[in-house]
């Protein structure tokens, strides 16, 4: 996993823009004067800014990040105000989560907000805050947004020197359909499981097990995504709790050796993220023992109880999305699927047309889509070829989608490098080639709203740049030819 490309170094780069960014942070609440918990709460403050803002502009990251207050600012008050009432407390916090799940239908803007307000609320039953403290902790958190944003928009703003993400588009339904709509109702049964369960274990550390429940529905949309990542959060906190036993035990707060650790936790945090869950959650739950050493409570037993809470959490993820309004694996995986050959499509069509000489088409857009949709795709498939999956035949036919789709990506790679090539030129036979491609996109997808070319220009024969581009353009062919026996039979038994 650390061996994984890192084009650029921006993976590295943004981590190591995230530890100066929080230790920032941390040490302006330090001169400011603030206790430990409001220095704790900016630090955390800081994390939550720089991980979950993810608009695809710099303009869009830094409005979000000035929104962050005006949803956690109350948010921490109510969790301050009713954390002596029980039951108010905990109707409110489902409250919380509903809403914040269903902000998702609004793109990176919603799901950073959701995410920062859920947080908001578990960073004050963390700290067992009070309305006493309100003030300091208010403070902590707008130094932290403002140190944060010093360093992500002004001393080292990665993003204007990066071509923008392309952002998957979110899925479209009215009601139930939605499933950002069932995914708020799921999250929210799942998390009143787990904070019954939790406060069964613990009437202290119950929101561990709330804390899982939500962020196993974080970045997943089917039922086989959910129950996977839970598993991989089980995963690293038992990982996690064995390098802490090792670790932050021994260290019992020591402040100069647990905030350099805690700064390696954070580094991993966001450099392992976007690769593996287990590996981001076995820094988290190491930095949490690390805190919880400087806090003064941490021993053997405190760890023993978060895996117990974990384990509730993720029951509870487990049994909302088996049994409250299920999105099946094979209907998230047809969508994704079906917008990467979309993609693929709309790469050959404005290759085509670039060849036979508009100097607007431009297919880089559409291949970088691929990547993006491919990654997705994977990520849907995960379940499905998964070592513990015991159906070896569906195994099998996710792993052959994978490949194809993945020997798509590598032909319509090759077509945008020919495409970008000035002294290729435009041949008949590109036109009747890109013809097959959109036929056998159609046999997958249904009807396409362009098509390749319309015109058949130019006489068959020899050109510079053509004959590559065929080659890549039957690639194209044989691989979404081969990709209709997969879909047809995995459509046939659903997943």
Do not use: K
Request: proline letters at 6%.
């Amino acid at each position: 996993m650390f061996m994984a490309p890192d084009p650029g170094l921006v993976r590295l780069r943004i981590s190591l823009r995230a530890v100066l960014g929080i230790g920032l942070a941390v040490t302006a609440s330090e001169l400011a004067g603030l206790s430990l918990p409001a220095t704790i709460t900016g630090g955390l403050t800081a994390l939550l800014a720089l991980f979950t803002v993810g608009d695809p502009t710099v303009r869009g990251q830094a409005l979000t990040t000035a929104l962050l207050p005006a949803v956690g600012f109350p948010v921490l008050a109510l969790a301050a105000v009713l954390h002596a009432v029980p039951t108010a407390r905990d109707a409110i916090w489902l409250a919380v989560v509903f809403c914040g799940v269903y902000a998702r239908r609004w793109g990176p803007r919603g799901h950073a907000l959701g995410i920062f307000a859920f947080m908001t609320f578990f960073i004050t039953q963390f700290l067992h805050a009070v309305p006493g403290q309100l003030p300091q902790l208010y403070a902590a958190m707008a130094l932290a947004l403002a140190a944060s944003s010093v360093v992500r928009f002004g001393a080292w703003c990665i993003e204007r020197r990066t071509p923008a993400p392309v952002t998957p588009a979110v899925p479209a339904g009215r009601g139930l359909s939605r499933p950002t709509t069932r995914q708020a109702f799921q999250a929210t049964v799942a998390c009143a499981f787990a904070m019954a369960a939790g406060q069964v274990l613990s009437h202290e550390r119950w929101y561990w097990a709330v804390g899982t429940a939500w962020w196993i529905f974080v970045n997943t949309s089917s039922r086989g995504e959910t129950l996977v990542r839970g598993f991989r959060r089980v995963v690293g906190t038992v990982t996690g709790i064995a390098a802490g036993l090792l670790v932050a035990v021994p260290l019992d707060g020591a402040v100069a050796p647990t905030a350099a650790i805690v700064a390696v936790c954070v580094w991993g945090i966001f450099y392992t993220a976007p690769l593996s869950y287990s590996w981001m959650m076995f820094f988290v739950t190491v930095m949490a023992g690390l805190l919880y050493g400087l806090l003064g409570v941490l021993h053997p037993g405190l760890l023993g109880l978060r895996l117990a809470e974990t384990g509730a959490g993720a029951l509870g993820a487990a049994l909302a999305v088996a049994l409250i309004l299920p999105v099946t694996t094979h209907a998230v995986t047809d969508r994704w699927v079906g917008q990467a050959v979309r993609a693929v499509h709309g790469c050959t069509a404005a290759a085509a047309r670039r060849l036979a000489g508009d100097p607007a088409a431009d297919p880089a857009p559409s291949a970088a889509e691929l990547e993006v949709l491919l990654g997705r795709v994977r990520f849907a498939l995960a379940p499905l070829v998964h070592p513990l999956n015991p159906i070896r035949a569906r195994r099998a036919r996710a792993l052959r989608v994978l490949t194809l789709l993945d020997d798509c990506a590598r032909e319509a790679r090759g077509l945008v490098a020919v495409a970008a090539d000035p002294d290729a030129s435009h041949d008949a036979r590109l036109t009747a080639a890109c013809g097959r491609v959109e036929a056998a996109v159609e046999v997958l997808v249904g009807a396409v709203p362009e098509g390749a070319v319309t015109a058949t220009t130019g006489v068959p024969g020899h050109h510079p740049g053509a004959e590559q581009a065929l080659a890549h353009l039957h690639g194209l062919e044989r691989a979404l030819a081969s990709l209709a026996t997969p879909l047809r039979r995995s459509s046939a038994v659903g997943a």
